[in-house]
């Protein structure tokens, strides 16, 4: 069983940074494929970044060149960094895992294990 925690999350005014921290246990994180997704209300969960075991890193469109996805094996940990943040980007930002490869990483329901999620606002 992996456990997912969350942290770093805020408000922030628009074209601010933040950057989110998720820590694993329970498995090393260099066996897992990492991603994050969001969830704004009224809107379904959508895919945000995924760092891949071997460091291969995919993006949404709509945060690409802004947000970038790195992980330290070592700590156990993924972080997301938030740059030039939108109020757009105002959501539930969530950790995920799966431990399998390799389609349908923007799909939540590939995903295996979930954190419990840090609320991001970006205020206008």
């Known amino acids: 069983q992996v456990q997912l925690v969350e942290s770093g999350g805020g408000l922030v005014q628009a074209g601010g940074s933040l950057r989110l921290s998720c820590v694993a246990s329970?498995?090393?994180?260099?066996?897992?494929?990492m991603g994050w997704f969001r969830q704004a209300p009224g809107k379904e969960r959508e895919f945000v970044a995924i760092?891949?075991?071997?460091?291969?890193?995919f993006y949404a469109d709509s945060v690409k060149g802004r947000f970038t996805i790195s992980r330290d094996n070592a700590k156990n940990t993924v972080y997301l960094q938030m740059n030039s943040l939108k109020p757009e980007d105002t959501a539930v930002y969530y950790c995920?895992?799966?431990?399998?490869?390799?389609?349908?990483?923007?799909?939540?329901?590939?995903?295996?294990?979930w954190g419990q999620g840090t609320q991001v606002t970006a205020s206008s």
């Open positions: 995920a895992a799966r431990t399998d490869c390799c389609s349908g990483y923007g799909r939540y329901e590939r995903y295996n294990y």
């Open positions: 329970g498995r090393t994180l260099s066996s897992l494929a």
């Open positions: 760092s891949w075991s071997g460091g291969i890193t």
